[in-house]
């Protein structure tokens, strides 16, 4: 069955920056569109950046030019590199692919942003 399992949340100053990242597995990775969502407490969950099977990028415009989306197919693994990160940026981080019609989830990832 299709799994994703996302790692690298934690707390950080204002500032700062993490690295987060996601490994696949029950599906064909190479072929799939990846992305990150995130949900702050009593928001709506936000799609930030995605990544294509050929490797085009999407940003939402609350990351664009501070987060970096990238693949690595031998690893399985997409990852979310996070700098100049806000208190805003403080939200439950989630991995996601859609596979025949079907919307995948990691159990997601916290991070918190202190000022």
């Known amino acids: 069955q299709v799994q994703l399992v996302e790692s690298g949340g934690g707390t950080v100053q204002s500032g700062g920056s993490l690295r987060l990242s996601c490994t696949a597995s029950g599906f064909t990775f190479s072929r799939a569109a990846m992305n990150w969502y995130r949900q702050a407490p009593g928001k709506a969950r936000e799609h930030i950046a995605g990544?294509?099977?050929?490797?085009?990028?999407y940003y939402s415009d609350s990351v664009k030019g501070r987060f970096t989306i990238s693949r690595d197919n031998a690893k399985n693994t997409v990852s979310l590199q996070m700098n100049s990160l806000k208190p805003e940026d403080t939200a439950v981080y989630y991995c996601q692919t859609l596979i025949a019609t079907v919307h995948h989830w990691g159990q997601g990832t916290q991070v918190t942003v202190s000022s």
């Open positions: 990544i294509t099977n050929v490797y085009d990028t």
